[in-house]
């Protein structure tokens, strides 16, 4: 029997609530893709809570970082979606991955970087080119804070530029994004087990 994993989506998209979502439609496929291989997973739509700027945990206040902070420290797999603005990742992807830097200076019970043993996967969306850039970006500082990477551990999808018909618009997934999808949700889910089984080693 497999071990039972958990994910949480992290979706910056710059839209809040209820207005629909391209980066939340495709955090919510890859969630699904990944229950295909025995995860449970949960959708968190930053834009939607008081992420204060800083790179501390709890940055005090009205901050609600530490409950996503919680969320990611509990789950195997973080599921990091964005938008592409201007051929970038969303002002709010930047927020969260300035918010993740502060798991530098934390350690678990053994000593060990508390995003050690977990994976990152990557969706990308928009109607402009930088997907690729885009996934660099998040997959370097995601590992740089502790996260190990799958192969070809991104999915995005791009429309044709200066339209628009948007990822939500489709009237289904594209094959490729579908194939890329299941690809990641597989190796990602593998890796994971795989990282519960054997951690890395202390020291």
């Not at 495709?26 to 291989?37: E, I, K, N, V």
Request: aromatic fraction near 4%; glycine fraction near 8%.
């Amino acid at each position: 029997m497999k071990t039972p994993l958990t994910a949480v989506a992290i979706s910056c998209t710059l839209k809040p609530s209820p207005a629909s979502s391209s980066s939340d439609l495709l955090a919510t496929q890859l969630l699904d893709a990944l229950s295909g291989h025995g995860v449970t997973g949960e959708l968190v739509r930053a834009v939607d809570l008081t992420v204060s700027p800083g790179v501390d945990k709890d940055m005090g206040g009205d901050d609600q970082w530490p409950s996503v902070r919680r969320r990611v420290l509990d789950a195997d797999i973080l599921v990091f979606v964005t938008p592409t603005w201007m051929g970038q990742h969303s002002s709010v992807a930047q927020r969260v991955l300035e918010r993740l830097d502060a798991e530098l200076s934390e350690t678990d019970a053994r000593g060990r970087p508390t995003l050690f043993d977990k994976v990152a996967v990557a969706g990308i969306v928009g109607n402009e080119d930088g997907a690729h850039h885009i996934a660099a970006i998040l997959f370097q500082s995601l590992n740089d804070v502790g996260f190990t990477i799958p192969a070809q551990g991104s999915v995005y999808w791009n429309g044709e530029a200066m339209h628009t018909t948007d990822y939500k618009d489709l009237d289904q997934t594209p094959e490729k994004v579908a194939s890329a999808m299941s690809t990641a949700a597989k190796n990602a889910a593998h890796l994971a087990r795989a990282l519960k089984a054997q951690e890395y080693p202390v020291g």
